[in-house]
């Protein structure tokens, strides 16, 4: 059973950076998608980035342009490089492989 950890999470100012990790415990198949999702409070969890088997991307319309989906295959790792961050960019972020789900990091964007 594939294990997946979040890290990278943080406290930013507006218009900083970040960059989250998503670690695998096992081996990320390159033949699976994975995803990142975000949850605000009071909000339903979102679609903000995936990456698919291909390398093929897709992104949330209020992240593109700002947010970038990559995968180190050789780390099992799966990254999202988040720029210009705002406000509301402020959620829990979870990596997602399948029915697998991290635990979440907390990112929040405040001056």
């Known amino acids: 059973q594939v294990q997946l950890v979040e890290s990278g999470g943080g406290l930013v100012q507006p218009g900083g950076s970040l960059r989250l990790s998503c670690a695998a415990s096992g081996r990320i198949s390159s033949i699976y998608a994975v995803a990142w999702y975000r949850q605000a409070p009071g909000k339903q969890r979102e679609l903000v980035a995936i990456?698919?088997?291909?390398?093929?991307?897709n992104y949330a319309n209020s992240v593109k342009g700002r947010f970038t989906i990559s995968r180190d295959s050789a780390k099992n790792t799966v990254y999202l490089q988040m720029n210009s961050l705002k406000p509301e960019d402020t959620a829990v972020y979870y990596c997602n492989c399948g029915d697998v789900w991290g635990q979440g990091t907390q990112v929040t964007v405040s001056s």
């Open positions: 990456i698919r088997s291909g390398g093929g991307t």
